[in-house]
Nanobody, 125 residues
Framework: QVQLVESGGGLAQPGGSLRLSCAAS????????MGWYRQAPGKQRELVAN???????NYADSVKGRFTISRGNAKNTWYLQMNSLKPEDTAVYYC???????????????????WGQGTQVTVSS
């Protein structure tokens, strides 16, 4: 099995910064798409940003220019750098991955999607 674990959440003041980390571990796999989602109380879960293994990025309009998704130097890790935080950014943040796992012949062609457990981000004075 594959497990995703988020870290780096916490309390920040408006205008402050936080960096979230996601680490994928477990069965042998290859990442295709890495993502970050968030869910505020009483709201639907929404895409914040994602990143393909080829380097393409996609951001929600609400975070463009403030948040940056990137690959980590360590294998199977990625980050969400959050700058100029606003109270509206308060939510539980989840990392997500589309990945390939090896089949019987060792070929990475089995497609899966996994979610982390979430980390709380609170932006308040």
């Amino acid at each position: 099995q594959v497990q995703l674990v988020e870290s780096g959440g916490g309390l920040a003041q408006p205008g402050g910064s936080l960096r979230l980390s996601c680490a994928a571990s477990g069965s042998i796999f290859r990442l295709n798409v890495m993502g970050w989602y968030r869910q505020a109380p009483g709201k639907q879960r929404e895409l914040v940003a994602n990143l393909t293994s080829g380097g393409s990025t996609n951001y929600a309009d609400s975070v463009k220019g403030r948040f940056t998704i990137s690959r980590g130097n360590a294998k199977n890790t990625w980050y969400l750098q959050m700058n100029s935080l606003k109270p509206e950014d308060t939510a539980v943040y989840y990392c997500n991955a589309d990945l390939l796992r090896a089949d019987y012949w060792g070929l990475y062609n089995l497609k899966y999607n996994y979610w982390g457990q979430g980390t709380q981000v609170t932006v308040s004075s």
